[in-house]
Structures are given as structure tokens and as C-alpha cells.
């Protein structure tokens, strides 16, 4: 299913070049046709076409993101592994309290501050959801630190490298492989909230984006290919994340 | 669930069922956003519609009739020294504050000083040099220069306050009390409900200026579809802005609907240090763009008609009757126009400009996404690349001139009184032309300013509107339309240069007193 | 037990409890300080937005410094900063120059809406997804569970401003039961039972959006709880003398079920109070979090300090209440 979903976000990304510009017409408003697959919104621009280059913007930057989450949290709970008892608790109590704090906040304010782009967005919501995983990374990787083969390789002399290279990411990795597939999911989730209340760049089309324009036209017939292709664009990506996650043996649910 | 439904049925028509005998019936006006602040001078919100329901309990010395013509309001005669240098007003005797205190030029006098004191966005006393009661009823008004647009343009904006109630303010901004409402118009506040932005004010029956039309006015925030069924089911009177394209569903419902072009126009500025400093480029871009197409794409349902190159718009009594270049669509004379200032169409016939390729930055106010984003299509479509921004007003607003951009799409005012033309001119506001060119524009509308007499304000402000369009200062490209829907209670229509300081509305308090 | 061991128990828990406190604290003051400098940050001042406006007139020079000064933002950073914090350490949040009022008097006028929201949608979700989570899981594989499980995955797959479109566009516009926005009509009654059922009235669909968005969380709570709870020998047991279904449900799962619930309850509020601030904007709901939304466009700085300081204490605090409880209970037992 990963591989399905890789190789038709590649083949979007390959294709772009060759599909239609998405650009602004007088067939303004028109319902689904066989001109217009998907109808037009309210400058004439294509639905069907919109939605294919919104899909690898949106996608894209739920994976970067979700990397950068993932990867921030393994590096502060690697931190708080090596470090001191003291040390590791004071990690540990702040991000507990920054775990307290709504990400819309902090989210509401960068995204007015800075209308973030692709690359800014990926930034963004990373760096606001890397903390929800810190206790379970945490957990890991203390686990793995305290196996007989990690401690019997230190005992030989293996430098701490080489343990971490050897033993202990294998060991952990289809539990990273979980946390972010749930990375991917909140993210996504947030970003589309961002972009909904018109808090992204409004020159990234995304999904979410796509829906907050749908919005003037909930009182008009329109809503029927302006809001529904997006949302159910956006609920299949979630769905698809969360049978992956489901299907995981290692996965712990959100 | 049956449960549920049938609760749900108690309770809509325990919610549905009218409160109110019809006698006394309030006149119900909507607004379809809430929230519009305290209805006093210092405390409402800062926006057009703000200040009108403001107006609604403050008079100013001057007032409009339904036509938009001068008026005597708290002042009942004035009169200019022939140097144009000293007003004299004359109090009407009337006059009463809602609490029942009389009206004297005493507190005129006092607002004119108290506001240089304590700035009012709405009124800028900078030509005022002195303002004296010489009587109870005689206030004389002395000015630094000339100023044609005193009567018109400030003494109509300007509310007066009450001294015995604002002398004791020192920081009027944070005066949002009951009393702060305090004023001598037509009706005054009695409830102020902010979380819902609901309004309830009633007649002032010693109003000096003829008689109240209805015990009680209320406004209230309202969706557009929820008002238009609350306007059939005779909850609500007067929809005050109702989107045009939704028009002809209360003309079919019954109720009447009058229109009108707001004036308040959307257009494409420049940076005039750019490369838009040389007009010749600014009118290829006029040739480049076809704004009939922009006007059909974004308007399907009459929202805009195609606005006016010399800045005044159809209707505006300040407008010389002669129509303005129209800058039809023309690629061929824009390409000829835009070669002999040196560009070339290189590779894949995009412009450029000395071996590189022509990027243009277009700035817009996130409210005209739909326009912009049509512009920059067209805009490719003749081979420039344009780079799009969309922005917030406030980040607009941060962008100076000369700064990194090349067309900035905005909307603006270009009603009320001409005194200010100037600073939508060449002031630096976002939504300001921000352009000064060889002067002439400026000269003209100093002109305009110093005349004597009307015909000659008249004479200047038509060869600036000529001069507007050859130069472009900025482009204008639609005017949206304005509508506002009512039953047979009032009688509705909107004012031909918008009311007061401009403001597009066909709820003006002049249509709800008996003259 | 002896005396000694309780002693030393208690200054644990006495320690632990400052140590939360303080590291709180420490977050707050990470809240405090960002957002005084992020919104300075932002393009774009109130002054400016205050005089956007087309109808403003060309203010002089001392006019505009004027205004400045009376929305305290005259003088360097400093100095503005010092100002705010003297401010707050007193306990005043600062007046809303957009508003013309201060900032706590819009915050507690808010507040009760958004606290109707929360409260109202918390047991909505939290019984429901007890019973149908404890429901799926006693026969967990079975036609109902796959069923329901399916069904709330998906649930759990639509994002909450999607649902909240979703129901307006369902109930308030095309079958239109519900209003679409505000939390009272136009004409609110003088009664109140009437005014307390048009408040219900415009509650049903934000609640419903909120709690449908919570839902499935508590559910695979439920449903794993359950199915493990099914399997041991005391309820087996139980099952086998013949219990009542509703004595089952409400001694033995439920009270296995509920610290887990409570547990849970602790982490999710962050994501409530996110969800909400959503939900309140789409129905324009009169809450913190359009006050938050509209104070961002406003460029309303006094306001959203205040408001987001009030937002993050009020969470810090409760949090630390619910830990501080929690931890005494874990100590008793």
C-alpha cells in the first residue's frame, strides 16, 4: 500500500509538466461535465486539475514534516537517554508542559507571522509535534540501551556509535516506523487547518486550502465539486495512514 | 431519535413565534458583520459602517438630505469671509444632548479643541487654527489656508461632542461607558449588546431637525441567507448589504432592492520606482490586461460594473461628463508601447529586459484573491512571469513604497468629499497611489483645494480626473456594486457620492427622519 | 507501615509536586516571552490596521504619535515590555484598543461560551464511546465490532473542521434545523427557559462537532480496555453467575475502564482546546478562540497576549491539578 501510494505521488510529480495549467477561464461555476471532469470554482479553474497538483503539495509536506518530528524527538530522547538522571527529568517535565500547550496557539501565530510555504509549513509543524513523541522514543530507546547485546558490546569495548548503529536503530526501527506513520496522520490533520483557516502561503495549493475556498459556496449547489473532492481527498490520504498504522504490529494507537 | 425530533419541533416554534406587538414594532436593519464597537466618536470599530451608526447618535454641524445635498444640522446657518479664511455658524437653539442639556457653541468649540488633542481617524483638524465661541449660538471657525471642502468635508464629518460629559475624559479611548454615547442625533443608544454586535436605539423625541421615523431601530448581525429569511418572515426590514448577485432572489420574494455603484473601486497600483515609474509602461500594462474579461470572470452575477479610468466614477457629482480613456483590450499596442521602452520578447515569447527575463511581483490584498489571481493569468498569458503574494491588509500596509514589488491590487474609496484626494494620491497608505510624478496631479488638486467657488473646484477637479486616466497613477478595473434590500417601512437610496465622508449606503439617517 | 515511611513518601510527593510546578512555570514564562516578541514580529502594526481603514483622514505626524502612545505602542521594545509585564505581574491583562475594553472583561465574556462547548461536548463523548467501545470490544472480531470499528476509523479519518462543515452544510443549510452560527439568535428571549433553549439550540452542532471529533479516541480506549477486561477470570466469572447486564457494565468494566479514562482525559484537553478554536471560527461562535483568530487579524497585540496567557495558565494549571491529584491517589493507594 506504502509503495502504491509512492509511486502515484511520483508519477504526479513526473507528470507535471504535462498536465493543464491551472488557470483561470470564463466557464465560471460550472457543474461536472465532459469538459470539466470535476466542474470549475469561481474564477474557472479546474477542479480535477487543482486536486492533482494540490495532492503532492500536501502529501510532501506531511511526509517532510513528519520526518522532522520524528527525527527531533529521537534526537532529545537520545539526549535525555545518555544524559543524567537530573537532566533526563527536567527534559522530561518540560515536554510534558509543552505537551499541555494547544499547538493551535503557537500555529496560529507563526502561520499569521509568516504564511508559511511548503518548505515552511514542513518546518513548522514539525517543530511543534516533535514533543508528543519524546516518552515513547524515549522508552525505546532506554529498553534497547539496557538489552544483553548492547551491554555485552559496550562491555567489549564497541564505541557508542556503533552500538547505536548496530543494535539499537535496528531494533527500533519498525517502532519509528509507527510513530511516523502518527506523525504523518497529525500532521496532516494540522496543516490542513492551517491552510483551511487561510494561514498558508495562498499560492500552495493544497487540499485543505482548496476547502477554505469551497466555503463562500456552501449556500449554492457549488459545494458539491468545490468541497466534497478535496475533503474526501484529504479523509482517504488519513484513512490510508491509519490502516497502515493498524496493520503494524508495532504500531500503539493514537 | 423520534424524541429528538420532537423536542427539536417544541422548541423551533417556542423560538420562532414573534415577541413583539406590531405597533411599536422596532425597524429591524441587518448587518452581515457583527460586531461594529461602542456607537461614540473614540470607541467604535475603525470602519466606514462604524462611523455611520455613530452618526446615527452624533450630529455634526453640518448634515446631508436624502439626496446627499448640504444640509443646516446642529449649525442652522454659516456663512465665509470673503478671504475664505473665517466661518461663522449659528447654532440651532433646538438642539438638546440626549440628556436634555442644550447644544451650544460652547461645545462645539470644545470638540474642535479636544480632537486636536485627542485624534479622531475621521476628521484631521490640521487646517483648523482657532475655534471660538463667541456666543452660546455664534461659533466662528478660523483657518490656516483656503479650504473648499470646509462645509462638505469636514464640518460634515466631524461629530460634536458633549463638554460636560467628555471634558472629564482624559483618554477618551478607554470611555466606552453608556455616557460616552452621548450625543445629539436623531436617536439615541439603548443597548449595546457586543457579543452579538446588536444594536438597539430609540427615537430622540426633541430631536431639533424634525421628527424620529420609528420609536426603535435595531441592528443586528446576520448572515445573508438568514436575513433573507428573516426579511420574508417580517422579522427583519432593511437587509442593508446585500450581496448583488443575490438581488433577484429578494426581488422575486417581493421586497425591493436598490443598487448602486459604491465608488469604493479595486485597482492595480504601481511602484512608481520600478519599473512602472514611466506612465508609457503603465498604459501598455492598461493595453496588456483586458478587463472586460476580468470583469466577466469575477462578476457573473453583476457584483462589479468596469470602473472608470479617471478616478471619479459614474455618478459622482464631482465627475466631469466625459467619458475617461477605456484602455480596451489591445496586446498588439501594448507590445508596441512596452518595445519602445526597451523590452524584448525573448525564448518562449517572454518579455525581457536587457537579455533577462521580466518577473513581475503583484501584491494583493487577500480580499481580491479572485481578481489578482485572474490578472496574473492574463498577465502570463502575454508573456511576463509573475510573481503572486497575497497578503494580509496589515502586512500590506507594511510594504513601503519603492519597496520589493511591482503591482499591488487593492481597493479604495473614491467618494466623499475631494479634500483628501491628495493623500489617496501621493500618500504612502498601502492602498494609496503613492505616486507624486512631475507634480501636476498635486498642483491641480491644491488648486481644487484654494478655489473660491464651486463651479471653480469644479473646473480643477475635471482636469484632474482627465489628467488621472492619461497618467494612471493607478489603474482602476471594477467598481463593485452595492445592494441593499427592504420592505415598504423605509424608503431607501443610496446617496450618489456615498454619505458623510463617503461612505456607499442607502442607510443614511437621513432616511429614517421626517424633514 | 511506619511512621518514617509515610513521612518520606509525602516529601516525594511534596517535591515532585514543586517540581511540576516548576517546570509549569518555566513554560509559561516561555509563553509570556514568545508572545510579546512573535507579534512583533508580524508585518504590520495595530496603529496601521486601526487606520486602514478608507475613510481615516491624513493624520499629522503628532496625531499619529499620539494614537501611539494611548495603544501602547510608543517607546522602544523594552520599555513596552516592561510596561506589560509590570502589568501582568498585578494581574492586568491590558485594554483592547479594537475592543475598547479591557482584555479581561472580553476574556470572561468568552470563556462561558467555550466552556459550554467543552462541557458540553465531554460527556457526550466520553458515555458514548464507553458504551460502544466497551460494546465492540467484549466481543472484540465479532460483526458489530468490525462494523463499528470500520466506521469510527473512518470517523477518525475526517478531520474536525471537515465535520463541523460537514454538519453545518448538512443540518443548518440544506435541511436547515439547526442555525448555522452565533450562540443566540437575533432576538435573544427575556425567559429564561426560552433564552436557555436557544442557547441549547445553537450549542447542538459545534458540541456535536466536537464530540464526534473526540470520539474515536475514547472508543479504541474502550474497546482495547475491554477486550483484555472480557478474558479475566473475574469477569468471566461474573458473567457465568448470570450478573445483570447494566451491574456488568457499570461495576465491572466501567470502574476498570474509568482511571484509564481519567488518565486519558488529561492528555487529550491540549487537543481539545485546538479543536475548538477550529469549530468556534467555522460557526462563529463567540469564544476564546474566534477572539484568538480575530485578535491575529486585528493585530490586536494586548489582546492576544492577554488571551493566549490566560489560555496557557488556565491549562498549565489544571494539568498540574489533575497530576497533583492524580499523584495522590497513586500515593494513598
Same mark, same amino acid.
Given at each position: ?39 470549475? =470554482? ?14 503532492? &503539495? ?52 507563526? /502561520? ?59 531494533? +527500533? ?15 496532516? %490533520?494540522?496543516?490542513? /487547518? ?32 468545490? %468541497? ?18 493498524? &496493520?503494524?504490529?508495532? #504500531?500503539?494507537?493514537? | ?32 458583520? #457583527? ?11 475603525? &470602519? ?22 448640504? $444640509? ?115 436617536? @439615541? ?7 452579538? #454586535? ?52 429578494? *426581488? ?15 485597482? +492595480?497600483?504601481?511602484?512608481? *520606482?520600478?519599473?512602472? #515609474? ?11 490586461? !483586458? ?63 536587457? /537579455? ?18 485572474? $490578472? ?54 498601502? =492602498? ?7 507634480? @501636476? ?37 471594477? !467598481? ?10 423605509? *424608503? ?14 442607502? +442607510? ?8 | ?35 510579546? +516578541? ?25 496625531? %499619529? ?58 460527556? $457526550? ?99 482495547? *480496555? ?40 488529561? !492528555? ?8 475548538? $478554536? ?24 494586548? %489582546? ?30
Amino acid at each position: 500500500m506504502l509503495f502504491g501510494l509512492a509511486a502515484g505521488l511520483l508519477l504526479l510529480l513526473v507528470a507535471q509538466p504535462l498536465m493543464p495549467a491551472y488557470r483561470s477561464s470564463r466557464d465560471v461555476l460550472t457543474a461536472p461535465g465532459r469538459e470539466h471532469l470535476l466542474g470549475t =470554482n469561481d474564477i474557472g479553474q479546474d477542479v480535477l486539475t487543482g486536486l492533482l497538483y494540490a495532492t503532492p &503539495n500536501t502529501v510532501l509536506m506531511a511526509l517532510a514534516a513528519a520526518t522532522v518530528a520524528t527525527a527531533t524527538a529521537l534526537i532529545v530522547a537520545g539526549a535525555a537517554a545518555a544524559a543524567g538522571a537530573t537532566t533526563r527529568n527536567m527534559i522530561l517535565r518540560l515536554v510534558d508542559a509543552l505537551q499541555v500547550m494547544p499547538s493551535i496557539l503557537v500555529l496560529l501565530f507563526i /502561520g499569521t507571522l509568516m504564511q508559511p510555504g511548503l518548505a515552511g509549513l514542513a518546518l513548522l509543524l514539525g517543530l511543534t509535534s516533535w514533543h508528543e513523541d519524546v516518552r515513547v522514543a524515549l522508552a525505546m530507546l532506554r529498553r534497547e540501551l539496557q538489552r544483553e547485546n548492547v551491554r555485552f558490546a559496550r562491555h567489549m569495548g564497541a564505541s557508542r556509535t556503533y552500538c547505536l548503529r548496530r543494535h539499537v536503530l535496528p531494533a +527500533i526501527r519498525p517502532a519509528l516506523a509507527a510513530l511516523y506513520l502518527q506523525n504523518i496522520r497529525q500532521v496532516t %490533520l494540522r496543516a490542513a /487547518g492551517l491552510a483551511f483557516l487561510g494561514l498558508t502561503d495562498p499560492r500552495l495549493l493544497t487540499w485543505g486550502g482548496m476547502m477554505q475556498d469551497a466555503m463562500e459556496h456552501l449556500y449554492t449547489p457549488a459545494w458539491l465539486w468545490l %468541497l466534497l473532492p478535496p475533503a474526501l481527498a484529504l479523509t482517504a490520504f488519513l484513512l490510508i495512514i491509519l490502516l497502515l498504522i493498524e &496493520n503494524d504490529p508495532a #504500531g500503539a494507537r493514537a | 431519535m423520534q424524541i429528538l425530533r420532537t423536542v427539536l419541533l417544541v422548541l423551533a416554534t417556542v423560538l420562532a413565534s414573534p415577541a413583539l406587538p406590531q405597533g411599536d414594532k422596532p425597524l429591524v436593519i441587518t448587518d452581515t458583520r #457583527g460586531d461594529r464597537g461602542m456607537l461614540a466618536p473614540y470607541v467604535h470599530a475603525r &470602519n466606514g459602517i462604524a462611523y455611520l451608526y455613530t452618526s446615527y447618535v452624533f450630529d455634526s454641524l453640518i448634515a446631508q438630505d436624502a439626496k446627499g445635498e448640504l $444640509v443646516p444640522g446642529l449649525a442652522e446657518s454659516w456663512t465665509l469671509s470673503e478671504d475664505g479664511l473665517t466661518a461663522d455658524l449659528g447654532l440651532n437653539p433646538k438642539a438638546r444632548w440626549h440628556d436634555g442639556q442644550p447644544v451650544t457653541a460652547q461645545d462645539a468649540a470644545f470638540t474642535f479643541s479636544y480632537m486636536a488633542q485627542n485624534p479622531y481617524p475621521f476628521a484631521s483638524l490640521g487646517n483648523i487654527g482657532q475655534a471660538e465661541a463667541i456666543s452660546d449660538r455664534h461659533l466662528r471657525l478660523t483657518l490656516k489656508k483656503r479650504d473648499a471642502g470646509l462645509f462638505s468635508g469636514l464640518l460634515l464629518a466631524l461629530p460634536i461632542l458633549p463638554r460636560h460629559i467628555y471634558s472629564s475624559q482624559t483618554d477618551p479611548g478607554h470611555f466606552a461607558s453608556p455616557a460616552a454615547a452621548t450625543g445629539s442625533g436623531p436617536y @439615541r443608544l439603548v443597548e449595546y449588546d457586543k457579543a452579538h #454586535g446588536r444594536y438597539t436605539l430609540e427615537a430622540n423625541p426633541d430631536y431639533y431637525r424634525g421628527q424620529p421615523l420609528f420609536d426603535t431601530l435595531m441592528i443586528v448581525t446576520m448572515s445573508t441567507d438568514a436575513a433573507l429569511q428573516a426579511l420574508n418572515n417580517g422579522e427583519v426590514d432593511v437587509i442593508s448589504y446585500l450581496p448583488p448577485e443575490r438581488a433577484g432572489d429578494a *426581488e422575486a420574494a417581493g421586497w425591493q432592492v436598490v443598487a448602486a455603484r459604491s465608488g469604493h473601486i479595486v485597482k +492595480i497600483g504601481f511602484n512608481h *520606482e520600478g519599473l512602472f #515609474g514611466d506612465a508609457e509602461m503603465r498604459r501598455a500594462l492598461a493595453y496588456a490586461l !483586458d478587463r472586460q474579461a476580468i470583469l466577466d470572470i469575477t462578476s457573473t452575477g453583476g457584483e462589479a460594473a468596469l470602473a472608470d479610468t479617471g478616478y471619479f466614477q459614474s455618478g459622482s457629482p464631482w465627475r466631469g461628463n466625459v467619458a475617461d480613456p477605456a484602455y480596451t483590450h489591445d496586446p498588439g499596442h501594448a507590445t508596441d508601447l512596452l518595445e519602445k521602452q526597451g523590452l524584448t520578447r525573448g525564448a518562449s515569447e517572454k518579455w525581457q529586459r536587457d /537579455g533577462v527575463p521580466v518577473t513581475l511581483r503583484l501584491l494583493a490584498d487577500g480580499a481580491q484573491a479572485r481578481i489578482a489571481q485572474v $490578472v496574473t493569468d492574463q498577465l502570463e498569458a502575454f508573456g511576463f512571469t509573475v510573481d503572486l503574494r497575497l497578503m494580509e491588509q496589515a502586512a500590506l500596509q507594511a510594504v513601503p513604497a519603492g519597496g520589493d514589488y511591482d503591482l499591488l491590487i487593492s481597493s479604495t474609496s473614491t467618494t466623499g468629499d475631494p479634500s483628501d484626494i491628495a493623500s489617496r494620491v501621493k500618500g504612502q497608505s498601502w =492602498n494609496a497611489d503613492r505616486y507624486h510624478g512631475d507634480g @501636476r496631479l498635486d498642483t491641480i488638486l491644491q488648486e481644487a483645494g484654494q478655489s473660491a467657488t464651486p463651479d471653480e473646484r469644479l473646473t480643477h477637479l475635471h482636469e484632474f480626473q482627465r489628467l488621472y486616466a492619461k497618467e494612471l497613477p493607478s489603474l482602476m478595473l471594477l !467598481d463593485p456594486v452595492m445592494a441593499t434590500a427592504h420592505n415598504d417601512r423605509v *424608503e431607501l437610496s443610496f446617496m450618489p457620492d456615498g454619505a458623510l465622508i463617503g461612505i456607499p449606503t442607502a +442607510i443614511d439617517k437621513s432616511a429614517f427622519v421626517t424633514e | 507501615m511506619t511512621a518514617g515511611a509515610i513521612r518520606i513518601s509525602g516529601r516525594t510527593w511534596a517535591a515532585a509536586l514543586l517540581w511540576g510546578l516548576a517546570a509549569r512555570f518555566a513554560v509559561l514564562m516561555l509563553v509570556v516571552l514568545a508572545v510579546f +516578541i512573535l507579534p512583533r514580529l508580524l508585518p504590520g502594526d495595530p496603529l496601521g490596521i486601526m487606520l486602514s481603514s478608507d475613510y481615516t483622514q491624513n493624520l499629522s505626524e503628532s496625531e %499619529l504619535a499620539e494614537l501611539g502612545a494611548r495603544m501602547g505602542i510608543a517607546g522602544s521594545g523594552a520599555e513596552q515590555f516592561g510596561a506589560w509585564l509590570g502589568d501582568l505581574l498585578r494581574g492586568n491583562l491590558g485594554y483592547s484598543a479594537t475592543h475598547a475594553r479591557p482584555v479581561a472583561t472580553l476574556l470572561a465574556e468568552c470563556l462561558p461560551w467555550t466552556l459550554l462547548l467543552i462541557l458540553g461536548a465531554m460527556p $457526550v463523548y466520553l458515555v458514548l464511546a464507553a458504551l460502544a467501545g466497551i460494546g465492540a470490544g467484549r466481543a472484540a472480531g465479532g460483526r458489530f465490532d468490525r462494523g463499528l470499528t470500520g466506521f469510527v476509523t473512518i470517523l477518525a479519518s475526517i478531520p474536525p473542521f471537515v465535520t463541523a462543515v460537514l454538519l453545518m452544510l448538512g443540518l443548518a443549510i440544506l435541511w436547515p434545523v439547526f442555525p448555522a452560527s452565533g450562540a443566540l439568535p437575533m432576538l435573544p428571549s427575556d425567559q429564561l427557559v426560552i433564552r436557555t433553549g436557544q442557547i441549547a439550540l445553537h450549542a447542538i452542532l459545534p458540541v456535536t462537532a466536537l464530540a464526534l471529533h473526540e470520539f474515536a479516541r475514547f472508543y479504541y480506549l474502550a474497546r482495547g *480496555e475491554a477486550a483484555v477486561l472480557t478474558h479475566r477470570p473475574f469477569v468471566l466469572n461474573a458473567v457465568a453467575r448470570g450478573l445483570p447486564p447494566c451491574r456488568l457494565l457499570a461495576e465491572y468494566y466501567g470502574r476498570n475502564i474509568l482511571p484509564t479514562f481519567v488518565a486519558r482525559l488529561s !492528555d487529550s484537553v491540549s487537543g481539545l482546546v485546538s479543536a475548538v $478554536v477550529i469549530i468556534e471560527i467555522v460557526f462563529s461562535y463567540p469564544g476564546i478562540g474566534g477572539l484568538i483568530y480575530g485578535a491575529i487579524l486585528d493585530r490586536d497585540y494586548t %489582546l492576544l497576549q492577554g488571551a493566549t496567557i490566560a489560555v496557557a495558565a488556565g491549562l498549565l494549571a489544571l494539568n498540574w491539578l489533575i497530576d497533583a491529584a492524580g499523584t495522590a491517589l497513586a500515593g494513598r493507594g
